[in-house]
């Protein structure tokens, strides 16, 4: 008699709702609502993304500027349309610290620690959407909002500017 494999299977724990979640092309934004083979994580749309996974609330709409930034706060990936929007190209971002990108829109001190300390917590598994208000470090009199999210794998935090 052939004994039957059990499968692992993630369930969520009783005491909090499963949230839907999407999977979204790091590079393109090409959002899919099946998850990939383990394998086969390159986006189908572009053939050039990794396909991440976020909360559907989070996940970038058409159109909608975006970063991924690792828990040291380096930009790991953006979007055609953050690159435009921030000036720069993909090449000159990869690896740059956030900060050189985006910084809170209050001039505060206090607020430049709780953007980075925030940006950190998401990257590090902390998965609450966050909001805050952001401008592009070169430019000022400009007030953006961001939603903040935890993507994957590999873990990261989004960064979807509004």
């Known amino acids: 008699m052939a004994l039957a494999r059990r499968h692992l299977s993630i369930v969520p724990t009783t005491t909090e709702e499963a949230r839907p979640s999407r999977w979204f092309c790091g590079h393109c934004g090409a959002v899919t609502d099946e998850a990939p083979a383990p394998v086969a994580r390159v986006c189908g749309e572009c053939d050039l993304g990794l396909l991440m996974e976020a909360s559907a609330d989070l996940v970038p709409r058409p159109r909608e ?10 930009v790991q990936a953006l979007s055609a349309e953050a690159a435009r929007f921030l000036a720069i190209s993909e090449q000159e971002a990869i690896e740059r610290p956030v900060t050189d990108l985006l910084i809170p829109a209050d001039a505060e001190a206090a607020s430049a620690h709780h953007f980075a300390q ?19 470090a070169d430019v000022f009199g400009v007030r953006m909002p961001l939603r903040v999210g935890v993507c994957g794998p590999p873990r990261g935090a989004l960064l979807v500017i509004e």
């Open 118 to 136: 925030t940006i950190m917590h998401v990257a590090a598994g902390d998965d609450e959407l966050r909001r805050l208000v952001v401008r592009p």
């Open 65 to 74: 500027p975006y970063l991924i930034v690792d828990a040291s706060l380096a």
